[in-house]
């Protein structure tokens, strides 16, 4: 679905320009992701950082879009640039269709070996 893959890349596109509101209007009030880093980050916490992290630059690479209904599946690679370095993300993201609308109500990223 298109669409799913356009809400993609406007979650990379707001984080970037630090629209924190715009990037927080993707996402499910109970959103939370499964960090790289094994630690569980809730969507309160990603908006208080969004104001002050570097800029990042993502391109996605291997989208696959599941759809089961009011439910959908994103799969892909993300590669994520900041101050210098690039690093892989294999990631998950999990959509609900809310209020006719599509939202992430959760994430999962893995780091790829360099």
């Not at 992701?33 to 993502?58: D, F, N, R, Y």
């Not at 370095?85 to 990631?91: K, V």
């Amino acid at each position: 679905m298109r669409e799913l893959e356009a809400i993609e890349e406007q979650l990379a596109s707001t984080y970037k320009k630090h629209d924190c509101s715009g990037w927080g209007a993707l996402l499910a009030d109970e959103w939370f992701i499964t960090h790289i880093t094994g630690q569980v980050i809730t969507k309160k916490e990603v908006l208080e950082m969004c104001a002050t992290a570097p800029e990042i630059t993502s391109t996605y690479e291997d989208l696959s879009v599941r759809s089961y209904g009011t439910t959908a599946i994103v799969t892909g690679i993300n590669n994520a640039s900041a101050l210098g370095q690039t690093i892989r993300l294999r990631f998950t993201d999990v959509f609900i269709r809310r209020d006719n609308r599509w939202v992430i109500a959760l994430s999962h990223a893995t780091r790829l070996p360099d």
